[in-house]
């Protein structure tokens, strides 16, 4: 199930060469209505009944073109709004020439978005589609379940994009043209400075990865660290890690769900884990994160966060991430996490930056690397959608940074008690 999941289109690949019907002219000339109030750029269409002009040529973001295959996709977007246009891209039912610029020019005119979204003709899916995200809760059986439907899908897979260390969240570039290896290592270095990590503390680690995190504290920093993951996979792969690099006396490596954690800690780091814990549950994650703390410790997040203004509607809907790439999981907002924290925990925030526009680069590195060499995904069932997929995926999120509507921030909370150094500048 795992290598359908970000891959499983409802139009299944096919295309088309039957005329419109009635039905699919009548929903185009829907969606065309609205898509004529685009005013940040201009998309020319054409598909089977001509060529189009829509939106405001003169938009900063130029026009895109976009070349639609088979007519069942109005259909798909009447239906299920840019859920279904994704969909409908995973299965090649249309094309453009610049996918990144063509989402960011409706994360930018945002208002267009939402009306095609709120059709009438929608509702019944995005009742559905809220449904079914509520049933992908992040219980302790229900967190195992949505981690492997993504984290456990291949090493092979992950290891064509990722970097060497195979770190899988944003990297922090120090200067243009730095590699991507070493933007990665510069940004686990940065996390450990995050908390002032000395040699002999008592790091605690939620959310394992492959371990590179873990490696960097423990070789580079000289602590102790303990690590927790729910990924059979990457527990697997991260103990492997460990004893090649002589670090296993050093960390100790745990198969555990967070809310199951006992024993105090100096510091605690949590690399974008925090999206995969829930809404329901980020009260939960905070208390946990907080009480694994001594008086005077530190926990510092890498967290992909929302705007402010944004995370109310994005709770409510269900995009292409949630139904197809991490089910189960949401983007907080920075007052969000800060609210919870003051409510339900005696962790103070005291430093705070947002990175996010290297996360689009990091992205443009692994959507490069993922075009590149597609070798591992087009040997999987459903090989070709399963490369667009990922090229959706990646094109999505680096859209939505390079427009700001998300971002990544490094944050840092203390529990009252013992003073400790301030954070980094």
């Not at 973001?61 to 259909?75: A, Q, R, T, Y």
């Not at 709004?81 to 020019?105: N, P």
């Not at 873990?214 to 990924?231: K, R």
């Amino acid at each position: 199930m795992s290598t359908i999941l970000i891959a499983r289109s409802r139009a299944q690949g096919a295309t088309s060469a039957a005329p419109p019907t009635f039905l699919q002219r009548t929903l185009r000339r829907g969606v065309l209505q609205r898509l004529r109030a685009l005013r940040s750029g201009a998309l020319r269409l054409r598909d089977a009944l001509g060529e189009e002009l829509l939106g405001n040529p003169d938009g900063p973001l130029g026009v895109i073109e976009l070349e639609v295959h088979d007519p069942g996709f109005w259909s798909s977007v009447a239906a299920r709004g840019s859920l279904g246009a994704g969909e409908a891209f995973v299965a090649g039912v249309w094309q453009t020439s610049d996918l990144v610029a063509m989402l960011r020019l409706f994360v930018r005119d945002r208002e267009v978005l939402t009306d095609v979204d709120s059709s009438l003709w929608s509702l019944p899916q995005q009742w559905f589609l809220r449904v079914h995200h509520w049933l992908r809760d992040n219980s302790r059986h229900g967190s195992k379940k949505n981690i492997a439907d993504h984290y456990d899908l291949g090493d092979d897979l992950f290891a064509k994009f990722l970097d060497p260390s195979m770190t899988y969240s944003s990297a922090w570039f120090e200067h243009a043209g730095q590699s991507l290896a070493d933007a990665q290592q510069a940004k686990l270095r940065r996390l450990c400075q995050l908390v002032d990590l000395q040699a002999g503390d008592r790091l605690l680690e939620i959310g394992t990865g492959w371990g590179s995190l873990a490696l960097c504290a423990a070789g580079e920093f000289g602590a102790n660290v303990t690590t927790t993951t729910i990924s059979q996979n990457q527990h697997a792969r991260a103990a492997e890690r460990f004893r090649a690099a002589g670090l296993a006396d050093r960390i100790d490596l745990r198969m555990q769900d967070y809310r199951d954690l006992t024993g105090t800690y100096d510091k605690l780091l949590s690399c974008e884990m925090i999206e995969a814990v829930g809404a329901k549950w980020l009260p939960t994650y905070l208390r946990t994160c907080a009480s694994r703390l001594r008086p005077g410790g530190v926990l510092g997040l890498q967290a992909i966060t929302i705007a402010d203004q944004h995370y109310d509607e994005a709770l409510r809907y269900v995009d292409y991430i949630k139904r197809h790439v991490f089910p189960g999981s949401f983007i907080p907002s920075v007052t969000a996490i800060v609210d919870a924290a003051t409510k339900h925990t005696d962790l103070r925030l005291v430093h705070m930056q947002d990175f996010g526009q290297h996360y689009a680069t990091t992205l443009q590195h692994w959507r490069r690397a993922l075009l590149a060499d597609s070798g591992p995904f087009l040997s999987k069932p459903g090989g070709e959608q399963l490369v667009r997929a990922w090229d959706f995926y990646f094109s999505y999120c680096e859209a939505g940074f390079r427009e700001r509507h998300i971002g990544v921030c490094h944050l840092r909370f203390e529990r009252p008690g013992v003073p400790s150094a301030a954070g980094p500048s």
